[in-house]
C-alpha cells in the first residue's frame, strides 16, 4: 500500500482530479466539505461519469457481520474511493484510514482531495493498496 506517483495515473483519477479543480476554481477554499462533496458530484455527474455519495459499507470481522457500517464520501464509477477534506493540512492518520477503506471495501485506487489549499493540486493524494 502506497502513494503512488506519475507512472500510476489513469485516466478516471486525473477525470476525477480535473473535476475538482473545476470546482474549486468556482468556490475557492475555505468552505465545509459536504459542500465540495455535493459540488464535486455535480461536477463529475455533468460530466457523465457516475458517482455514489455517502455510500453506507459493512464491517465485517473475521468475515461476520459487525452490524456496524462506515461512509465513504464518494465512490466514482465503481472503482475509484473519494475522501473530500476542507483542512490546513492532512493529517497522517488519513492515509492509513483511506487505505483501510480500500481494503474493506475491495477498491484499488483512492484519492484525498484537500479543498482548503490556495491551488488544489497541492492537496492531491494517490493511494493505491
Known amino acids: 500500500m502506497h502513494s503512488t506517483g ?3 495515473r489513469d485516466p478516471l483519477t486525473e477525470s476525477v482530479i480535473g473535476a475538482a479543480i473545476e470546482v474549486h476554481r468556482n468556490l475557492g477554499p475555505g468552505l465545509l ?3 465540495y462533496e455535493t459540488c464535486l458530484a455535480l461536477e463529475l455527474r ?3 461519469v457516475c458517482v455514489e455519495r455517502q455510500v453506507a459499507v459493512p464491517v465485517l470481522y473475521k468475515g461476520q457481520p459487525t ?3 462506515f461512509r465513504v464520501d464518494l465512490i466514482v464509477e465503481a472503482s475509484v474511493l473519494v475522501e473530500v477534506k476542507s483542512v490546513d493540512r ?3 492518520l488519513t492515509d492509513a484510514q483511506v487505505l483501510t477503506y480500500l481494503k474493506l471495501t475491495g477498491l484499488r485506487t483512492a ?4 479543498f482548503n489549499r ?3 493540486r497541492d492537496g492531491v493524494r494517490r493511494l493505491v493498496r
Do not use: W
Request: no cysteine; charged share 25%; aromatic share 0%.
Open 111 to 114: 484519492l484525498i482531495l484537500n
Open 33 to 35: 466539505e459536504s459542500m
Open 46 to 48: 455533468g460530466r457523465g
Open 6 to 8: 506519475d507512472q500510476e
Open 90 to 92: 492532512i493529517h497522517p
Open 118 to 120: 490556495e491551488l488544489l
Open 67 to 69: 452490524g456496524l457500517t
